[in-house]
């Protein structure tokens, strides 16, 4: 596959330093939340992570990296060293940090030598000076050699404006494509005070205060939807340990951008890239794999991180892509995180990685690896399927493929008549069967909401709708509609009684012909309706 260059307008800062002396506190001080895990213990940190800064209305991209050591003697931190040494020959600007209460260590002196060389400029930053004493003692970090040496308290903020200070003087001048999103901003902006001021309304998509409006009122509001999507897709690569998630990700970007290890556990970070497809650009979310709860809950504090940040990323993400060892098979664990991809509503797309490994293949091994799974777990069977091998680079852009087709289905709206079509037919073509009130009757539908696809069905004795038909009717809408590797939401709700009886259609359900329209035959209809009773333009009024 051909190198996929990574999206980076802004500039860099990248924030180096022996282990353990507070890299990552600081990165979650300066992007303002915890991003990066945090433990009192070396070596927590091993990708780089990245993360988006703003200081006196300067945006830059913050990297949070390993401890720099010379010889750390463990093959994954060798690794570690690598991803260190990328991150200082990308940067635009370095913030070195030190440790004010440890003093200036060798280990200190072995870092600075590394930096010695790089091209972009140096700010020490030592850290942990938490009261007047400290920062006097820290005047020591000046014998490194660069001028600008900075106490401060990660912790606590203490000092951390003046070096943000420092930091934004230091950065390159602003380039065209910052200068043109500013003025972007500075035009969304404009528009978010008049929606404040109450002169625009609009619904946003997935809005859950809107959805129960619709849901609870009686169906004549019509959802207002985005135009278009405002952030990039972001797909999160999500799956066990060592299923090969990072090595599908260096893979897809053609560089080794995250940590490739035999041992399980290596990725503990969720950590995003911006790459470019096509015209617009996508963020890949790395993620830690995620383990069962009984594991997690008795191991390091850093692995329970590693399976929160996971999870934290499929809620932030539009399309999960599960990765499953071909060799093993699907197991519970991989089931159970596909089972959270789907009720967090976000789309899927399983990835049948190591299929190279996979002996006496034939034409029909693949199909027939997919009905075995789909037999075995039938609540996944709107997810598309694809083999991969992420070592050898076999049909990895071909899940980034089925990943934007998803994205797009997730964000498919359906008219309300064509929708009411469809679930007029499948009502005939099968009823629903009796409850305890009786039989259900659906009136109709319409959709309220996309990311996911999110339904309201209005009808008589609602609660009474079985699991089993509201399946039946997802089926319908599936087939008609695609809504591959999406899920549905399907919500019933009881219609009024009084539009029960008048056999009245929703608002919008005639087409070209907005407003509430009499059913023709029914007793409410046109020809019964006095002249009184009409408008000058031959409609009814409103009762």
Do not use: C
């Not at 259900?440 to 089993?468: C, L, M």
């Amino acid at each position: 596959m051909a190198h996929t260059p990574r999206v980076t307008p802004l500039p860099i800062v990248a924030i180096v330093g022996r282990p353990n002396v507070g890299k990552s506190t600081l990165f979650n001080r300066v992007v303002g939340h915890r991003k990066a895990i945090v433990e009192d213990r070396a070596r927590t940190t091993r990708d780089r992570i990245y993360g988006d800064g703003e200081w006196n209305g300067r945006r830059f991209i913050v990297v949070d990296t390993g401890g720099l050591e010379v010889h750390p003697g463990d093959p994954i931190e060798e690794k570690v060293q690598e991803q260190a040494r990328l991150a200082i020959a990308e940067a635009d600007l370095i913030v070195f940090v030190v440790d004010s209460i440890a003093g200036l260590t060798p280990s200190d002196q072995e870092a600075a030598e590394l930096l010695r060389v790089a091209t972009a400029p140096v700010l020490v930053a030592a850290n942990k000076a938490d009261n007047d004493k400290r920062e006097l003692e820290a005047a020591e970090f000046y014998s490194l050699g660069w001028e600008e040496t900075y106490p401060i308290s990660a912790a606590h903020g203490r000092g951390v404006a003046d070096l943000l200070d420092a930091v934004v003087w230091a950065l390159p001048p602003e380039s065209e494509a910052e200068v043109s999103r500013k003025r972007r901003e500075a035009k969304a902006d404009a528009w978010a005070k008049e929606m404040a001021s109450g002169r625009l309304s609009r619904v946003r998509d997935g809005d859950a205060e809107a959805i129960e409006m619709a849901a609870e009122g009686d169906g004549t509001a019509e959802m207002v939807f985005e135009d278009e999507a405002e952030h990039p897709v972001s797909i999160a690569l999500v799956g066990r340990p060592n299923v090969g998630k990072s090595s599908l990700l260096n893979a897809l970007l053609g560089e080794d951008r995250a940590i490739v290890s035999d041992i399980p556990g290596t990725t503990r970070d969720a950590i995003d890239t911006h790459v470019q497809w096509g015209r617009s650009e996508i963020v890949l979310i790395d993620t830690a794999g995620i383990k069962r709860p009984g594991k997690v809950a008795g191991g390091m504090a850093a692995e329970r991180y590693s399976t929160l940040r996971a999870l934290k990323a499929v809620e932030r993400a539009d399309v999960a892509v599960l990765l499953v060892d071909a060799f093993e098979g699907l197991t519970a664990q991989d089931a159970h995180i596909a089972g959270f991809v789907a009720e967090e509503g976000r789309g899927l797309v399983i990835a049948l990685n190591k299929w190279d490994l996979l002996a006496e293949k034939t034409d029909r091994s693949f199909d027939e690896y997919v009905v075995a799974m789909r037999r075995e777990v039938p609540f996944l069977d709107f997810a598309p399927v694809v083999s991969i091998s992420a070592k050898t680079g076999q049909r990895v852009a071909r899940v980034l493929e089925l990943a934007v087709d998803v994205w797009g289905e997730r964000r498919k709206r359906i008219p309300t008549p064509e929708l009411n079509r469809i679930i007029r037919a499948a009502s005939l073509r099968q009823a629903p069967p009796a409850g305890k009130l009786g039989p259900p009757k659906i009136f109709y539908a319409t959709q309220v909401a996309v990311a996911p696809p999110t339904f309201v069905f209005f009808a008589r004795h609602a609660e009474g709708v079985h699991f089993s038909y509201q399946r039946f009717l997802e089926n319908q809408l599936r087939e008609e509609f695609g809504f591959d590797g999406t899920p549905l939401r399907l919500i019933f709700r009881e219609r009024a009684s009084a539009r029960l009886e008048g056999g009245v259609r929703p608002r919008g359900a005639g087409k070209g012909k907005p407003g509430v329209r009499a059913i023709p035959g029914s007793k409410h209809s046109r020809k019964g309706i006095s002249a009184s009773k009409r408008t000058q333009t031959g409609n009814r009024k409103p009762q």
